[in-house]
């Protein structure tokens, strides 16, 4: 059986960093395309970034929220997937979510910035 | 960026009756070489994550019941719930993966009448 489960996430002042991770099982991980989700509260989806797997060249794309202050990476010997968040703002306040191709999601982690 | 709208924003519907939900892209997602249509649909419970519901626009993920179905090509789609059953009130999302950022529609919900 397929499952992610993320973690990392907690109250973070604005300006601050995070790092959150998502343990995967149950299917190859080194051979996935990996993706971040995010739901601010009350909100709808935003697809966050992605990365690919490292035989397809291990490379990033990001949504425009995402672009130049969160970093995705993997350790394909931990099955593990990583989000760097950096310089966070109170509207990153969401749950965050890791994903994979085949549509499985995480129950994801509460991220929360505020003074 | 691909836009996806999504219509109605919300909907009631009597038990057992059909619902109709609709999701447009900006841009054709519509891959000419395979003919695939790049769009999945997902359902969200209050309280839970998203779920696969369909994908290719029109295959059900596993173990969805098959009273969902979807339909359309190219710009206009359609997730349809043939007859709803309690359990199916959630918000539901169109996704496109056609091209990054792979965009969301900003969902419909859907209650009983």
């Known amino acids: 059986e397929v499952q992610l489960v993320e973690s990392g996430g907690g109250l973070v002042k604005p300006g601050g960093s995070v790092r959150l991770s998502c343990a995967a099982s149950?299917?190859?991980?080194?051979?996935?395309?990996m993706s971040w989700a995010r739901q601010a509260p009350g909100k709808g989806l935003e697809w966050v970034g992605r990365i690919k797997s490292k035989t397809d060249g291990g490379t990033t794309d990001y949504g425009a929220a995402a672009k130049g202050r969160f970093t995705i990476s993997r350790d394909d010997s931990k099955n593990t997937l990583y989000l760097q968040m950096n310089s966070l703002k109170t509207d990153d306040t969401a749950v965050y979510y890791c994903?994979?191709?085949?549509?499985?999601w995480g129950p994801g982690t509460l991220v929360t910035v505020s003074s | 960026d691909i836009v996806m709208t999504q219509s109605p924003d919300s909907l009631a519907v009597s038990l057992g009756e059909r619902a109709t939900i609709n999701c447009k892209s900006s841009?054709?997602?519509?891959?000419?070489?395979?003919?695939?249509?790049?769009l999945a649909w997902y359902q969200q419970k209050p309280g839970q994550s998203p779920k696969l519901l369909i994908y290719?626009?029109?295959s059900r993920g596993s173990g969805v019941p098959d009273r969902f179905s979807g339909s359309g090509s190219g710009t206009d789609f359609t997730l349809t719930i043939s007859s709803l059953q309690a359990e199916d009130v959630a918000v539901y999302y169109c996704q496109q993966y056609y091209t990054t950022p792979f965009t969301f529609g900003p969902g419909t919900k859907v209650d009983i009448k």
């Open positions: 841009q054709s997602v519509l891959y000419s070489s395979n003919n695939n249509n790049y």
């Open positions: 149950g299917f190859t991980f080194s051979n996935a395309w």
């Open positions: 994903t994979t191709p085949g549509g499985t």
């Open positions: 290719w626009a029109s």
